[in-house]
């Protein structure tokens, strides 16, 4: 999922990436952190988390694994940060025959859940999900119900946050 969009030969040498997104007519500056811990409490991004604007747990249909570990975090984050918008994403659907979750466990986890891709070329599922989490918090924006953050952090392989410069940032 990393190189869908961010293309860093060297990325795992780096502990943040930066990358500019474009969705209908604004521009969002991305920025990932790498961190793949079981739990919240291990996270070594445990402020920036609690500070995001919205969430984004990612794992993968053919690890139980990294859905167990995935359906923790959602638990914690929820408790949490129950005002951030959050949202649960299966990646590695192009390797459906060899599938360990099947897709009414992720959907019994969060209902703003989403099956991707990002191996696929062509594939549009990945940038829909950016797009409708980038719309969530820039509705919540919008009415005033959620508190500007300052930064972004990684839980599992992806969290998504604004950062003080009120530009949209990516962990994973």
């Keep these: 999922m990393y190189d869908k969009f961010f293309h860093d ?4 040498a780096k502990e943040v990436h930066h990358r500019t997104l474009g969705i ?3 521009s969002f500056e991305l920025e990932m952190h790498e961190e793949h ?10 402020h920036s988390i609690e500070n995001a604007d919205a969430l984004l747990v990612i794992y993968s ?3 139980r694994r990294s859905f167990d570990q995935a359906a ?3 638990t914690s984050l929820e408790q949490r940060c129950p005002e951030t918008p959050l949202l649960l994403v299966a990646n590695c659907c192009d390797l459906n025959y060899k599938r360990e979750v099947e897709t009414e466990e992720g959907r019994e986890v969060s209902s703003d859940f989403v099956e991707v891709s990002a191996a696929q070329e062509g594939s549009t599922d990945l940038q829909s999900a950016l797009e409708s989490l980038l719309r969530r918090v820039a509705a919540v924006r919008e ?6 953050r300052r930064s972004i952090s990684n839980v599992l392989e992806s969290i998504f946050a604004w950062n003080s410069r009120g530009s ?3 962990s994973v």
């Excluded at 811990?37 to 445990?46: G, L, P, R």
């Excluded at 009415?143 to 500007?148: D, F």
Aim: glycine share 4%; net charge negative.
């Design 37 to 46: 811990k079981v739990s919240f409490e291990q996270c070594s991004h445990t």
């Design 168 to 170: 949209f940032s990516i």
């Design 61 to 63: 249909i053919i690890s």
């Design 24 to 26: 209908a007519d604004e």
């Design 143 to 148: 009415l005033g119900q959620h508190k500007r």
């Design 72 to 74: 923790e975090l959602v």
């Design 9 to 12: 030969p060297h990325h795992h």
